[in-house]
């Protein structure tokens, strides 16, 4: 068992730069240690060794004293899918755990995940907007490890991974972006055809094959492969600073074209989500855009983006359960988040 | 089945594209293969066929079902197939960016020189060319250093 506090998330207590339009920011590298078959090839006791070989280098690295660390195997399904929805493990991980692990900072900004697609995925998390910092952050943790692990290196090639869209850097640098301002005016599709033709995906929330929520979408690059890291990182500021630009465009559009009913809209959307008894996952996003855009157009005051961004991963199932101690049915958890919201939306208007 | 492209033609060959790093499987004709530039589809060393790695046994075929390669030494085994599909994907196949630095004694010297250079950065600004002169001597020294190091290893390998 490992002890995280569901309703804190340490690493959100602040916000970055665009924080109305940027949620957080992940930098990821994928690296495998030599000697071994890539997790889908390898058998329960190669999954092993590599995550004792794992487990002992990365309890020598000092940006992980006093970390945290739990191994999937024995680990309950609920606890699993807690960690997915703090973007602690991925979706791959929540269905094959064998020889899983997961080594985590306090902060839940810094953590390797063992025996994912990649024996080890290091992995960074900026709240809003900082390509730049989470890059020097996990690429610290990476030279580090490299230092006690026999990772994985091809002359040609790079760093060499199970999947060949990952070669080379082995690097995916992301961004949760909010963009409700290009839905609505419906500039969405173009401007994700444009991030596509440039080089970069698109997704929803959780990553591969996830569905778009909440006006809420994963931008990340493509290509790992003949670019320096520092490239990357650039291109992916590059394109960001654009999309965010045409985000506040957008808005500001929208609110001029129709301010009365926006605003109608936004208070709507706050006042059901501060009196509401029952709540379900898909409304909640749905209101939470909205009052995040109106915290962004400066309508709603005294509600911090940090308690938005906290509730967004708080309110999902997982965590209410893990909140309650129990499992329960859709129904009272219905009305366990919509008391979560409550409590985290409380001190922001006085009404 | 036809060709998923022209939907005319008989499809005679599969090919594998990547669209936001999901792997999706396109049955396509002769002549459509030709138009995108993929007639390595059809050229004589595709159908020699039956490429296993001799080190965790996974064939060319299961890599093109699933994407993903077995092991290390899949990356050398597949040779220029799999350099074409690095080619498609990243049009590139030559890494550029970060080595990993295995040796602690030249990691640790490297971490001094880096800051050295920050320090070096800071005289420079505030205008104290005394300390900045030093600085760059020492700066000179430690990356003769390295490079004395890196020599001496690739010797002893």
């Known amino acids: 068992m490992f002890d995280i506090e569901p309703l804190k998330i340490f690493w959100l207590e602040s916000l970055g730069e665009y924080s109305e339009v940027i949620i957080s920011t992940r930098v990821r590298l994928a690296r495998n240690i030599s000697g071994y078959p890539f997790p889908s090839r390898a058998t329960r006791e190669d999954r092993e ?45 929540l269905s094959n755990g064998v020889g899983g692990g997961l080594m985590v900072r306090r902060d839940e900004d810094l953590g390797v995940m063992v025996n994912e697609e990649d024996h080890l995925r290091l992995f960074a998390l900026c709240p809003g907007f ?35 869209t990952n070669v080379g850097t082995g690097m995916r640098v992301s961004v949760l972006a909010h963009l409700p ?56 500021e590059r394109v960001v600073k654009k999309i965010v630009s045409r985000e506040y465009e957008a808005r500001q ?20 989500l501060s009196h509401a008894r029952l709540v379900s996952s898909e409304e909640l996003l749905g209101l939470l855009s909205l009052v995040r855009m109106g915290v962004g157009l400066g309508i709603l005051k005294g509600i911090s983006l940090q308690d938005l961004n906290k509730v967004m991963i708080c309110a999902q199932p997982a965590h209410i359960q893990k909140v309650e101690g129990e499992q329960m049915g859709p129904v009272i958890r219905d009305q366990r988040r919509a008391t979560i919201i409550r409590s985290f939306l409380k001190g922001g208007i006085g009404l | 089945m036809k060709c998923e492209i022209c939907n005319v033609r008989d499809a005679e060959a599969v090919y594998t594209e990547v669209v936001d790093g999901v792997a999706k499987q396109i049955h396509i004709c002769k002549v459509c293969a030709l138009e995108k530039g993929l007639d390595f589809l059809f050229s004589p ?32 085994v597949f040779g220029d197939k799999l350099r074409r599909v690095l080619e498609s994907i990243h049009k590139s196949t030559r890494h550029v960016g970060k080595s990993p630095e295995k040796d602690r004694e030249v990691f640790e010297l490297k971490k001094r020189l880096e ?43």
């Open chain 1, 130 to 164: 900082a390509p730049q910092d989470a890059y020097i952050k996990v690429n610290e943790l990476d030279d580090l490890l490299c230092l006690e692990l026999d990772i994985a290196f091809h002359k040609d090639y790079g760093f060499l991974t199970s999947c060949p």
């Open chain 1, 253 to 272: 559009q929208i609110y001029l074209s129709a301010r009365l009913e926006i605003e109608d809209k936004i208070w709507r959307a706050y006042g059901t």
């Open chain 2, 45 to 76: 060393e595709k159908e020699e066929g039956g490429f296993v790695c001799n080190v965790c046994g996974l064939t060319w075929e299961e890599f093109e079902a699933n994407w993903r390669l077995g092991c290390t030494a899949c990356y050398n």
């Open chain 1, 49 to 93: 060794k590599v995550r004792e070989e794992a487990y002992s280098a990365l309890s020598q690295i000092n940006l992980f004293r006093g970390a945290l660390w739990t191994e999937m195997d024995g680990l309950h399904s609920l606890d699993r899918q807690f960690l997915m929805e703090r973007h602690l493990i991925s979706k791959e991980m």
């Open chain 2, 115 to 157: 800051e050295l250079k920050r320090r070096l950065s800071v005289a420079v600004d505030e205008e104290r060319f005394d300390r900045a002169a030093k600085l760059r001597d020492e700066i000179r020294m430690l990356e003769e250093e390295i490079a004395k190091r890196r020599e001496r290893r690739a010797k002893n390998v």
């Open chain 1, 181 to 236: 301002g290009l839905v609505v005016t419906k500039r969405i599709r173009e401007v994700v055809n444009w991030l596509r033709e440039s080089g970069y995906s698109v997704r929803g929330i959780y990553g591969e094959g996830s569905q778009v929520v909440g006006n809420i979408f994963q931008i990340s690059n493509h290509l790992t492969l003949g670019k320096e890291e520092e490239e990357i990182v650039e291109g992916v």
